[in-house]
């Protein structure tokens, strides 16, 4: 079997890969590089996800790349903006022309003999197997499974003779207009979900075992309008990028620092937007402190206006048993519904699944630590992304990419081949990368890698650490081990 060979082989053409080969082609545009999909089309999550009013929780000034302004005057964007934004950069930079679809990777070796990767990629369309080889392998496939979502068994269900739907599974064709539906669920999908569906359907009813802190905050950010007026997008852009990364810091410091002020506060906006006498405490006041857990947004908050105007309400129960025309709950009341919809989060995957090797040893990625947010210890010329839990998840993505295309461009000015992170006091504390309370991520922390308590090999949910971190981060340290071509090929020779 004949291998294609590229000097950086890209995985996934969602944000994080779309973001990374656009830094590789700006920094080294001498590079081969390719990018493996598994879709048949790119955009990953914003085209994966189809659920009415998809959007980002996430404002687009920090959700956007660095290098590509956000343009549109709606700083909380909806799916399809979005894709347009990400396929327009990738069109922008070239990269478009450079995406594989429907290869699946299902396995990579890296040889220390030679001095690169080989993997192996199904194709979707025809189940054929194909080999790549490269000199860097960049996994960037997000973090959940693309191919399932996380279901828990419900009681019942199968006597239930309404639709039932999960949104990362949304059928085209589902009509809810004039329909009672119940959407299970309290997070971001939930949250987005009722508003939507309210203004077409009978009426739309969120139940939820426990709440979740909501946000309110104005689709359109009142600082970027005002300097839209006065300053050219190129300079207005970062300014409008750094007050939000500011403000998005001091919220997460002071909720760590007074859980229990911001608990006060965040619940008295919420009041403030709900009918007099609305028992909030019940329907939004969450068991955990806030950024225990991340924070869910509502764009102008369309969510309460909603139960304002009667179209939507709040349950907060647990679920008893499905009937044949809904939900009874444990409180004993029925909940009638045509059509329920399950935003019951994700399954996650770390490094989708892939069966990765070093030298035919496999590799076990609960075991590997993090270096540098990106690299992993004892893997040779490897990364991944993996973005912010609090914040934006592509201002990770920009940085890591820095970080990489710096270390590339260090081993070109010193005839390096390859570099493998290596621990150097075995005595370091570890303990897994993820540590957030969220059911979707303690359902899968074991799988995921681990991180130390040292710098370098911490994962640290905050964007201005990391900026000052891994922008003067040094490669000639004893934790990166350094081989060299002529020592590669003569060992090749020998």
């Not at 990777?105 to 990767?117: F, K, M, N, T």
């Not at 997000?142 to 739907?165: K, L, T």
């Not at 009638?336 to 090797?357: F, H, K, P, Q, Y």
Request: aromatic content about 10%; some cysteine.
């Amino acid at each position: 079997m004949s291998a294609k060979h590229v000097d950086v082989l890209i995985v996934g053409a969602g944000m994080s890969g779309i973001g990374v080969a656009c830094h590789l082609r700006r920094t080294h545009p001498d590079r081969s590089y390719a990018i493996l999909e598994a879709r048949e089309v790119s955009g990953g999550t914003w085209d994966l996800f189809r659920y009415p009013g998809i959007r980002s929780d996430s404002d687009m000034h920090t959700f956007g790349f660095g290098f590509r302004p956000w343009e549109s005057e709606d700083s909380i964007a909806d799916g399809p903006a979005i894709l347009k934004y990400l396929r327009e950069t990738a069109v922008e930079y070239g990269v478009d022309q450079h995406i594989i679809y429907q290869r699946k990777l299902v396995a990579a070796d890296w040889s220390s003999e030679r001095g690169i990767w080989t993997v192996e990629a199904v194709r979707q369309d025809n189940g054929e197997t194909e080999q790549y080889t490269c000199n860097f392998l960049l996994m960037n496939t997000g973090y959940y499974q693309h191919d399932s979502g996380y279901q828990p068994e419900f009681a019942g269900r199968d006597r239930y003779r309404g639709e039932f739907v999960h949104p990362q599974f949304w059928p085209e064709e589902l009509d809810y207009a004039g329909k009672k539906v119940v959407v299970i669920g309290s997070g971001a999908t939930a949250v987005t979900l009722v508003p939507t569906m309210a203004g077409t359907a009978e009426h739309v009813t969120m139940l939820q075992r426990s709440p979740t802190y909501i946000v309110a905050q104005p689709k359109q950010d009142p600082l970027d309008r005002a300097l839209r007026k006065v300053l050219p997008l190129s300079v207005s852009y970062p300014i409008v990028k750094w007050a939000n990364i500011l403000k998005q810091v001091a919220i997460y410091k002071s909720s760590k620092a007074m859980p229990r002020v911001i608990r006060k506060g965040l619940i008295r906006m919420v009041a403030k937007q709900l009918p007099k006498g609305y028992d909030v405490e019940t329907d939004f006041g969450p068991r955990y402190n806030p950024w225990d857990q991340r924070l869910c947004l509502v764009p102008d908050g369309d969510l309460f206006r909603s139960i304002r105007n009667g179209q939507a309400s709040v349950v907060t129960d647990q679920i008893d048993t499905f009937t044949e025309n809904g939900i009874r709950l444990r409180s004993g009341k029925e909940l009638e519904a045509d059509i329920v919809v399950s935003a019951t989060g994700l399954n996650m995957s770390a490094l989708s699944g892939i069966r990765a090797s070093v030298d035919g040893v496999p590799v076990d990625v609960s075991k590997v630590v993090v270096y540098r947010d990106t690299m992993a210890s004892g893997v040779p010329n490897f990364a991944f992304t993996f973005g912010y839990i609090n914040s934006s998840w592509t201002l990770k993505v920009d940085l890591t990419a820095d970080f990489i295309c710096r270390l590339m461009k260090h081993m070109d000015e010193h005839g390096y081949h390859s570099v493998v992170p290596q621990i150097t006091d075995p005595s370091m504390k570890l303990r897994r990368m993820l540590d957030f309370k969220a059911g979707y991520m303690e359902r899968s922390a074991q799988q995921f890698p681990l991180q130390g308590d040292r710098r370098q090999w911490q994962v640290r949910m905050s964007y201005l650490s990391d900026y000052r971190a891994l922008r003067a981060a040094k490669f000639d340290v004893p934790e990166l081990g350094f081989s060299a071509r002529k020592k590669l090929q003569a060992k090749a020779e020998a």
